[in-house]
């Protein structure tokens, strides 16, 4: 059964930040399930606020929320393989290979067909923006964080919600703020 | 002055009143005001409470009924208001409910593509 959780829109702020090419808009059609969340500020803000001062988790939560601009997440679960094109998924790492962005993490795998690709951006002194891209056969996940994070906020979230510790390897961000591709 | 003067002057010269002459006016005129009937009034006396004209109760009444209509509306939009209010923030909190789920949503899906991708990288699949 086909399972859609559509949430909080925010069209306008989002249109010069992140532009998805139409197949990847389409592909809602085709998935069997869809999550399909796009939060801007205001939409942060209104969260945070119920957010609990109690819950370490949420409060983490809240700090590394409060300086974020927009939250995009869209993840689809598709019955079949090749569901989505390629050259969608070029244009989407196109638009972070433009100025300030680097990729700090490439995974490749031929055998299970899965690619995943995590991209930051800086202005040299603090994390901007995060892109994570997660293609694997029946699914495809696309995380854009847009906002001022600290390095620092990223790791304190680590075991909270579930995320683990993020080791990038050489991919790390320095002390300094600048961020090293990873290089192997 | 001649005489005849003089009897004018002596007949208009002042006198005081007998004694009880005024006792005798108040009670010739009461007696006069209570042979017309109940509606008279004494001399003295203030108005009976029945005896005050119409419009002044026709006022009194209208003014009653201004106040409490005015009274009742006004509780009336009061408790309106307070229902709307009430519906506001009820409205409010479940919107702000829903963003914080959606906000755990997204960082749990963030949170689980990170962990296979750490996951990949510990299986030794290639990076670059």
Redesign the interface.
């Known amino acids: 059964m086909r399972t859609v959780?559509v949430?909080?829109m925010a069209i306008l702020p989002m249109a010069a930040q992140l532009r998805l090419p139409p197949g990847i808009e389409k592909l809602a059609d085709k998935a069997s399930n869809v999550?399909d969340?796009t939060?801007d500020a205001s939409?942060?803000q209104?969260?945070?606020?119920?957010?609990s001062d109690k819950d370490p988790d949420e409060v983490q939560?809240k700090k590394l929320?409060g300086k974020l601009k927009s939250?995009v997440?869209k993840?689809f679960e598709f019955d079949h393989r090749g569901e989505y094109e390629q050259s969608d998924l070029e244009e989407l790492r196109a638009q972070w290979r433009g100025p300030g962005w680097s990729r700090i993490?490439?995974?490749?795998?031929k055998k299970d067909g899965?690619n995943?690709d995590?991209f930051l951006k800086s202005d040299g002194n603090q994390v901007t923006g995060v892109a994570?891209l997660?293609a694997e056969p029946k699914e495809l996940?696309i995380?854009y964080?847009d906002g001022t994070m600290n390095p620092d906020d990223v790791r304190d979230?680590q075991g909270h919600?579930?995320?683990?510790?993020?080791?990038l390897?050489k991919g790390a961000v320095r002390k300094d703020g600048a961020v090293k591709e990873?290089e192997? | 002055m001649d005489d005849l003067e003089r009897q004018l002057k002596d007949a208009l010269a002042r006198e005081e009143a007998p004694a009880g002459f005024e006792a005798r006016v108040v009670s010739a005129v009461n007696q006069a005001a209570e042979s017309k009937g109940t509606g008279a009034r004494r001399f003295g006396d203030r108005p009976h409470f029945g005896e005050r004209p119409r419009w002044q109760w026709i006022f009194a009444t209208a003014a009653a009924v201004v106040v409490i209509g005015v009274g009742t509306e006004w509780e009336h939009h009061a408790a309106m208001e307070r229902i709307k209010m009430a519906h506001f923030e009820m409205e409010q909190r479940q919107a702000g409910e829903a963003a914080k789920a959606q906000l755990q949503l997204a960082l749990r899906i963030t949170s689980t593509k990170l962990e296979e991708i750490q996951q990949r990288i510990g299986e030794g699949s290639p990076r670059y």
Do not use: Q
């Open positions: 959780i949430g909080l999550v969340i939060m939409m942060l209104l969260a945070s606020r119920f957010l939560a929320v939250i997440v993840n993490v490439g995974v490749r795998s899965e995943a995590v994570i997660v996940t995380v964080v979230l919600f579930g995320i683990p510790k993020i080791d390897g990873d192997r």
